[in-house]
T-cell receptor, first 116, second 111 residues
Framework: DGGITQSPKYLFRKEGQNVTLSCEQN?????MYWYRQDPGQGLRLIYY???????QKGDIAEGYSVSREKKESFPLTVTSAQKNPTAFYLC???????????????FGPGTRLTVL | SQKIEQNSEALNIQEGKTATLTCNYT??????LQWYRQDPGRGPVFLLL?????KEKRKERLKVTFDTTLKQSLFHITASQPADSATYLC??????????FGSGTKLNVKP
């Protein structure tokens, strides 16, 4: 079965702790993305990566960090510097073969992070 | 600044009717626009894509229009069913493989 997996589904963290969210894909996609979704708001882009060993900041990168050492994996670390980390985090990937655009995004099931 | 607007109020319709959802945008010139469906607690699922040079796209009971002059896309579900109840998101690209999403409109189809 091809797809994107995110783990864990629910995550609780004490204030001041760093936490890493996992995202793995077996779709052989070049591009991967991390979004944050808050109630009543659209998805906001945190970081994205077009290719292995390269990534760019999205619109709300402060307090987050990522790595892209393997094509299949794009973990997101929520650091203690992120002031409001409680949210629903979504990982996505896309093929990017069509450089003109029109890349469908495939999303994982999401991780709900709660800071206690 | 760039903005994507979807009606934040839920749309309630009767089974069998056509649901029409709106996506308006400002300060963008997207090459294409996408519509996604999101169920509670789950990731969005791609439905349809329409390019800037296309006026209309259809897939089964779904139809999308794209008016670059009005800066608006309409998403229609004909013969709606209770199973169509979900939140529908529109997304635009910024021509650099970055996507911007609206906040979504919740659709409730009553039997």
């Amino acid at each position: 079965d091809g797809g994107i997996t995110q783990s864990p589904k629910y995550l609780f963290r004490k204030e001041g702790q760093n936490v890493t969210l996992s995202c793995e894909q077996n779709l052989n996609h070049d591009a991967m993305y991390w979004y944050r979704q808050d109630p009543g708001q659209g998805l906001r882009l945190i970081y994205y990566s077009q290719i292995v060993n390269d990534f760019q900041k999205g619109d709300i990168a402060e307090g987050y960090s990522v790595s892209r050492e393997k094509k299949e994996s794009f973990p997101l670390t929520v650091t203690s510097a992120q002031k409001n980390p409680t949210a629903f985090y979504l990982c996505a990937s896309s093929d990017n073969r069509d450089r003109v655009g029109a890349d469908t995004q495939y999303f994982g099931p999401g991780t709900r992070l709660t800071v206690l | 600044s760039q903005k994507i607007e979807q009606n934040s109020e839920a749309l309630n319709i009767q089974e069998g009717k056509t649901a029409t959802l709106t996506c308006n945008y400002t300060n963008y010139s997207p090459a294409y626009l996408q519509w996604y469906r999101q169920d509670p607690g789950r990731g969005p699922v791609f439905l349809l894509l329409i390019r800037e040079n296309e006026k209309e796209k259809r897939k089964e009971r779904l139809k999308v229009t794209f008016d670059t002059t009005l800066k608006q896309s309409l998403f229609h579900i004909t013969a709606s069913q209770p199973a169509d109840s979900a939140t529908y998101l529109c997304a635009l690209d910024n021509n650099f493989n970055k996507f911007y999403f609206g906040s979504g409109t919740k659709l409730n189809v009553k039997p």
